[in-house]
Every structure is written in C-alpha cells, then in structure tokens.
C-alpha cells in the first residue's frame, strides 16, 4: 500500500450515515500529520468523505480507492489531519 | 468632516485631510480584523424542527443533525407535536409507516386502508432498513447524543400528547418551548421544518 496510515476504521455494513459519523469520531483522535484510513462498503462513502474532508479545515483527503474484496466492493479512504 | 464629498478632479487633500484618511483606514481595519475574528470563533449552528412521527420521517432530521455535528455544528432538533414519538424510548421502537395517502406504497389506497395495512407495510420497511445495512432510529439517536446533539422535547407537546419527562431517551432536553426555538433558530445559520 501507498499510503502510511495510523489508525484503520471499520465501517463495513453500515450505510449512510455512519461512515461520516465514525470517520469524524477516529480523525479527532489523531495528531497533526496522522492518517486515518477508512474502511467502508457504502458506496456513497466516496462521495460523503469527500464532502466532509472538504469541509473540514484540518482535513485532507489523500486517496480513495475502490476495490472487490471477497465479491463485495469495499472503498477506502485516506484522511490526513493537516493541523 | 465627510470622507464622501464631491471634490473636482483638480483638488488636492491637505496634510490634516491625508492624516485623517489614513487614520480612517486604519480604524476600519481594525474593525474588519475584529469582525474576522468573531466569525471565526462563532461555530456553525444548524436548528432542525421535528415535527413528524412516522418511521419514515425520523430519518431526515436524525441523520442530518448527526451528519452536521460530524461537520463541526452546533445542532439542536426541536421535536414537536409528533415528532415527539422519535425521542419517546418505547414509542420509537414502534415507529409505523401509513400505507394510506402515500403514492409510493405498491398498493392501492382502498385496500391500503384495510386493517393490518400499516402494521405490514411498516414490517416491510424494516426489514428493507435492517437489510440495506441502514441505522435504527435507536442507534441513530444515541449516535447523536453521543455527539452532543440537543435533542429537545417540547414541553406543551408533551404535556398535550400525556407524556412524562421520564419517558423520553436520558440525555433528552425537556422544558423547552418555541421561544427557546426561536431563539436558537435566529442565532443559526441552517434552519430546517422536518
């Protein structure tokens, strides 16, 4: 994998709006220039952390990717705490 | 004197005029910097008024006031009228969708309105929830106490509708009014009627 993460969250078979929820939860735990790496099944994840890193000032979204892993599709996301 | 008086192009500003321009300037940058700094600090309200109790309409105004404090808002929902029935802890669980006057159910109104309808269209909604991986109203209100969403219960709802303090969710604010609503819907920058 191309990008160091510090903390993994697992929000696989948990739909909207939740990812957001516990996305924001696990990235106020870290520290400036940690990466949080979200886990999730919901395919309007892509477009929610995006929404939120967006509008949130410490927030930077580093990458999302999108992957079948045992026949379901599973995005993830990498969320940077810049501050 | 004005700062605004029309001069004719050929006028020339005094040394006093220059001096008392630029001290202007200056004291209106601090006021800019001033304002800037009281806009910065003042955090992002948003105020959801509740109002219905079926199962369906629970979702909006919990999901959008979890997805807020998720953003960084402040968020009271002021739950009204029915919308008193999504923070009742054993009425919440019983949420009910009406089959009657809701073009997008399958079934026509005259058989929507049979005994037993409601009970079958409601377990047939909840069982698309559980099986799209979709929240409870339950879980999406502890979700957002745990976020410190004001949940607020109207207290002439609640003593219209019979209830007591002690039936809603801990953590629940009571004895609010509309004049608290309103005071928080003036000071917020979304404001939303669910």
Redesign the interface.
């Known amino acids: 994998m191309s990008t160091d993460t510090t903390e993994t969250v697992d929000v696989k078979?948990?739909?909207?709006?939740?990812p957001?929820?516990k996305?924001?939860?696990a990235f106020d735990d870290l520290v400036a220039g940690e990466t949080l790496e979200v886990v999730a099944?919901?395919s309007g994840s892509m477009s929610d952390i995006k929404g939120?890193a967006e509008?949130?000032d410490d927030a930077e979204l580093l990458d999302q990717k999108e992957a079948t892993e045992n026949g379901e599709a599973v995005y993830r996301h990498y969320v940077q705490k810049t501050e | 004197m004005s700062t605004d008086t029309p001069r004719g192009s050929d006028a020339e500003l005094s040394t006093e005029e220059t001096a008392e321009l630029l001290k202007r300037i200056e004291e209106l940058e601090t006021e800019v910097a001033d304002l800037r700094t009281e806009v910065d600090e003042d955090s992002n309200k948003m105020v959801i008024i509740a109002t219905k109790g079926t199962l369906d309409m629970a979702y909006p105004p919990l999901?959008l006031a979890?997805?807020a404090?998720?953003?960084?808002y402040d968020v009271t929902v002021f739950h009204t009228f029915w919308g008193l029935e999504i923070l009742h802890e054993e009425n919440s669980k019983d949420l009910k969708l009406s089959s009657v006057g809701n073009p997008n159910m399958p079934v026509p109104n005259v058989i929507a309105a049979l005994p037993g309808m409601d009970r079958m269209t409601t377990r047939m909604m909840r069982g698309k929830i559980a099986g799209?991986?979709?929240?409870s109203v339950e879980e999406l209100i502890e979700?957002s106490l745990d976020?410190g969403v004001d949940l607020q219960a109207c207290q002439m709802t609640i003593d219209l509708l019979g209830y007591d303090e002690d039936d809603f969710y801990d953590g629940v604010t009571t004895g609010v009014g509309a004049a608290s609503a309103f005071q928080e819907m003036e000071d917020a920058d979304i404001q939303l009627l669910v």
Not at chain 1, 13 to 18: A, E, I, L
Request: net charge negative; aromatic share 6%; charged share 10%.
């Open positions: 078979g948990q739909n909207c709006p939740m957001v929820i996305t924001k939860g099944t919901d939120w509008s949130t | 999901i979890s997805t404090a998720a953003f960084g799209n991986d979709v929240a979700t976020q």
